[in-house]
């Protein structure tokens, strides 16, 4: 059993950072990899970013090169940097754990999600 509880989320004008936290706990985390979702108002789950567990890196189309997702399995902890942030990256954000995949039906480990407004 994994259990998984982001952090990080919050208010902030277009064009800022904001970097969010997943700490992971249950003896077999560190095995799995980790991926960042976001869903917004009447809108689908969106995959966002994954890691492996040996640090390798895919992106979605809509946050390469100003998202950047990493992990710390040290301290069994995920992040996703977001820079660059604009107004339709408004959404709950979810980390995930399990297989190297981008569907979100695939993950049977979620957060509870947290809240990312990105308004002037």
């Known amino acids: 059993q994994v259990q998984l509880v982001e952090s990080g989320g919050g208010l902030v004008q277009p064009g800022g950072s904001l970097r969010l936290a997943c700490a992971a706990s249950?003896?077999?985390?560190?095995?799995?990899?980790l991926s960042w979702f976001r869903q917004a108002p009447g809108k689908e789950r969106e995959f966002l970013a994954l890691?492996?567990?040996?640090?390798?890196?895919y992106y979605a189309d809509s946050v390469k090169g100003r998202f950047a997702i990493s992990r710390d399995n040290a301290k069994n902890t995920g992040y996703l940097q977001m820079n660059s942030l604009k107004p339709e990256d408004t959404a709950v954000y979810y980390c995930?754990?399990?297989?190297?995949?981008?569907?979100?039906?695939?993950?049977?480990?979620w957060g509870q999600g947290t809240q990312v407004t990105v308004s002037s």
């Open positions: 249950g003896r077999t985390a560190s095995s799995y990899a």
């Open positions: 995930a754990a399990g297989a190297v995949t981008t569907n979100a039906n695939d993950y049977a480990y």
């Open positions: 890691v492996g567990r040996t640090g390798s890196t």
